[in-house]
C-alpha cells in the first residue's frame, strides 16, 4: 500500500522484476521470476515465482539444507553463524515457541531416510497409507500456523477452540494440516518452486485517508474471498511499515468483528496493534477513515459482483421486495412486510430509532454510528427549504418505501458519511456570472484550474470538474454561456492536453453566442479579448447515433510571445439524447458512443482526460461516465459495481443521478452491453 515515489522521495525500493526484466537473484539462494501483470485505476496485481537457485531436501526457516556434511558448511553465508532447526520428532515437525528456535538436531536426525521421506511426501501431498502426514507441518509446501476460519477464530464460542498456550502477534504457534492450496507450491527438479500474488495498492498517500474509500473497500472485499488470503500469512507493507499498513489491518480485523459479533471495536484494535508495533494507525485522519469505511461496509455489504452474480442480481431488481427469485430463476411471493422491505434509509430512521436505546450506551459499536447517521437524517429534514427543486424530488423519493430493490438501492445513494464538500470559490461573485445554474458548480477540491495568462486578470475559474477514471481521467464541464466562457473552454482543452470531447446537449440548445465551434467547414471562429484563439472546423462526418467533428485550434499568441502551430481534436456529438430528457433514447446508441470514444484514447498516447459536457455540467455527463466506467472494469476485471460506481461519482460532482430512472439505466446499459457480447 505505498507508491515507490511520493513526494519527490523513495518510499520503497523496488524488490521485484518488471515482467520485461530478467528474474532477480538474491543471496545467491533465492530468484524471483516475473509471470505477469494486471495493471487496474487503483492497483496492479503482479505474480511472481520464486524458487531455490540450488535444489534442496528440507528447507527451515528459509536456509537450505541437503543432509550431508556439516550444518555450518552447507549454509550460504561465509561469517554467518550455522542457522537453527526446529526440533524434528518422529510424528512431525515443531514450530518455534514465540520465535525462539530450538537447539538443532543431530545430522543424524536430519539425514533420517524416514523423516525425509515423509517430509517429502507431505510436501507434495503423497504419503500413501501414513497417517503421521495429517500432522507433518513441511517446509515444502506453504504451510502456516494459519490453518484455521479466520472468521470462527474471533468468535467468543470458539475463542479457545484453536488458541495455544503461547502466541506472538496473533499468530498461533499451531501445527495445522497440509493446505488445500498446496498446488501452488511444487518441487521441480529438486527445486521448491512458489507462486506469489502482489497486490500493489497505489491510490493511497503516506499520513494520509483515501480519497475514496470505495477502491480500498473493493480490494480488501476481493481479498477476504481468496483462499489464499485466509488460511495463508499475508504480508502488507507500506513506507514506515505502520500507518497505511496498519489502517488496513484495522479494517479487516474490524470486519470479521462485525460479523461474528455485531460490535466495532476500532480503539480496542489499534490499542492492540500498538502493543506489537509502535505507531501502526499513524494519523488522525486515516484512524477516522476506519470509522468510515467500517460504516459503509456495514450499510452496503459488498456490492461489487462477478458476471454470474450481476445476472441474478439484475433479475431480482424490479420484483417486488415481497417477491424473491431463487438461484433457478424461479420467483416466489411473500408476505407483505413492511418491516423487512425497507431500504438502508429506513432501516436507520424505522427499526434503528425503535432499538435505540440497547446502543445508548455504546461508544464504541455499531450504535455510535447509528446515533450520528439519525442526527444527520435529522439535520437533512430541517434543512428542506433550502434543497433545489430537482433535488426536492429525489428526497420525497427517499421517503416513499421502496416497491423493489431497484428503489431500494437508490435511496441508500442518499446516504453519506462524507462531510459537506465546500464550494464557495464557484460561488465567489466574480465566478457567479459563469456559472449556469448556482447549484451545479464544481467542488473546490477537485475543480479545474485555469493557467493564468496575461492581460486576464482572475481568470482561472472555469465550471469544470476533474473526474477519476478508470483507465482515463475525465472532466465535467458545463455548456458554454457565451464567448467568454468559450474562450476559457478552449484554454481548458489545452492546458489539459485534451484530444477527445464529448457533447452530450443537443445543438438546438445552444445559442448563437454560445457555440464554441464554427458551423461550417473551413469556416473560423475567433474568440479572445485580442481574437487570440482560432478555431477551425476542418471534417464533419454524421453518423447514425452521433456527429463526428474535427477541430484545428491555435493561439496566435502564447506566453513567449509567438504563435502556437495548433493542436485537433475530435467533437463526438451525440443526437440520442432528447432535450429535457432523464436518460438517452437507447441503451445501444449510448454504448457505441462509449465505444468510439475509448478505442480514440487507447490509441493517443499520454492524452489528457476526456472532456464531457452538457447544461449544467451534472446530469448527462454523470450517465455517460457511470457507463463507461463500468464497461471499462467489465472488461478488465470482469467485474460490475453500479452502486459503487455511482457513489464514487456523486462525491465528486453536485446534481449526479437525481433519478431514479437514471440509476436504472446504468444497469440497462450494463446488460445490454453483456447482451452484445454473447452474440
Known sequence: VTNLRERGREQCAKYWPDDDEPPLVFNKTLEVAPLDSFYYVDYTLRHFEISDTEPAQIKANGRTFSGTGSTASRYTGSNSPPPMIDEITKNRFVLPING???SPPLNSEITSPSILNAALAAAKGGGGGNQMNSSIYSYNSRSSPLDFD??????????????????????????????????????????ERRRIMQYHFTSW???RAPECSTALLRLICKLRKMDEYNHWPVVIHCSAGVGR?????????????????????????????????????QSMEQY??????????????????????????????????????SKDGVSAHFPNDSKNSTSAVQFFVNDQRRNLKNYENTSNGIGAVVRAKLKLLRDKEDLNNKIPSNLLCQQQQNCLPPRNKLEAEFQDLSISLEKSKPTDIALKEENASKNRFSVAVPYNYNRVNLQPIIGYDNNTYINASLIKGHLYPYIFAQDPLGPETAFNFWRMINDQQTYTIVMLSTEQDFLPHEMYWPREISKRLVLGKNNELIITLTEEVVLPYFIQRKLHYRFTKTEKGGSSSGRDVLQYSFKQWTSGASIPNSAKSLLDLIGRVLERQSNIPCAGPIILHCRDGSAENGIFCCVSLLVERLRSEQMIDVFRTVKSLQQQRPLLFTKIEQYSFAYDCVTEYLNLLNK
Open 150 to 191: 479466520r472468521h470462527s477464530s474471533l468468535s467468543p464460542s470458539n475463542a479457545g477452540r484453536h488458541r495455544p498456550d503461547s502466541e506472538y502477534a496473533n499468530i498461533a504457534s499451531i501445527v495445522r494440516p497440509p493446505s488445500k492450496c498446496s498446488e501452488r507450491a511444487s518441487m521441480s527438479d529438486g527445486r
Open 205 to 207: 498517500n503516506d499520513y
Open 100 to 102: 525462539r528456535n530450538q
Open 245 to 281: 499498513t496498519g489502517t488496513f489491518i484495522a479494517i479487516d480485523y474490524v470486519m470479521d468483528q462485525i460479523l461474528d459479533t455485531g460490535m466495532a471495536d476500532v480503539f480496542g484494535c489499534v490499542t492492540e496493534m500498538r502493543q506489537q508495533r509502535n505507531l501502526m494507525v
Open 288 to 325: 477516522v477513515f476506519i470509522y468510515k469505511a467500517l460504516a459503509e461496509f456495514q450499510l452496503f455489504g459488498d456490492t461489487d459482483l462477478t458476471l454470474s452474480e450481476y445476472k441474478l442480481h439484475y433479475l431480482k431488481l424490479k420484483l417486488p421486495l415481497t417477491q424473491k427469485l
